[in-house]
């Protein structure tokens, strides 16, 4: 299965006859007028700086993961719209099919929407930089919590933080009010209740695999058509969540992850101080990188 899709790492795309939009830090963006094109590459960023070596098989594994919760968690029609429309390159525009073997596996053709200005994250557990503002003065992005929480444990109910989109440079963690002035009250609401609903589902069919989702980010836009609320972008990947496996999280400890956060510890464990340009990261922790983002797709696709 691996190898048939890995192709060598990809760090840019370049289809001389789309229309490039812009690059991400991780996805090339294609303006194929009715819809959008993302592309998937290698590029991994830590602390929001791209580093110079890819991962192979990275961008593969985030579009299938991606498209494999679009699929599971809109089982049941009781969930607002996402922007999916297919991951199967044969079913693409024709002006896409002079590219198709090297859009395979890695590519969304995906509904365009107006984004909203504001990360949409879900913290089911305590991990990370929540953990160290709790330890401090307990609370996590403002929010009291009750006292003698635990690194790693779960927390009473999944706490909905939401968080600025930066254009460039760090998102930043905002209150609910400040998300409703930014978005609105209605639109606050419902992303509220879409990001609760989504994380409370995929947490519980990752658990049946023997995996621990302990955050995760959603991003939300608005269809110029419809002026519906949808889900766009990634879903539930190892880039955009905390996954842990069960088996291994112990009460006061920080689980091993199958996740960005092997990368992050690396460069910290060098002295790295976040600020571009980011080191390169040794074979052995590029390699590793890889095994993991495979191992978290074949642990829920059981491909
Ligand atoms: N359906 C959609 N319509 C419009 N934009 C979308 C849609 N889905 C995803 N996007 C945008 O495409 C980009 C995806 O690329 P990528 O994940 O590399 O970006 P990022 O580095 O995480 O974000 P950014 O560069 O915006 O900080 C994001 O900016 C996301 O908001
Ligand atoms: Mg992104």
Known sequence: MRNQHISPVVLNTQYHDLQLLRRGKVRDIYDLGKSLLLVATDRISAFDVIISNGIPGKGYVLTQLSAFWFSELWKYNDLIPHHLISTEVESFPSICHPYIDSLRGRSTLVHKANPLPV????RGYISGSAWKEYRKQGTVCGQ???EGLQESEQFPEPLFTPSTKATDGHDEN???ATMEQLIGHDIA???RKA???LYTRAAK???TRGIVIADTKFEFGIDPNTKQLVLID???TPDSSRFWPKDK???????PSLDKQFVRNYLDTIGWNHCPPAPDLPSEVIQQTSEKYFEILSLFTKR
């Open 189 to 191: 609401t419902q992303v």
């Open 119 to 122: 990360e949409c994250i879900v």
């Open 249 to 255: 999280l112990i009460l006061g400890e920080s689980p």
């Open 195 to 197: 990001s609760l609903m």
């Open 205 to 207: 069919i990752a658990l």
């Open 144 to 146: 009291l919590l009750p």
């Open 234 to 236: 990634e879903a539930l």
């Open 174 to 176: 905002i209150s609910y």
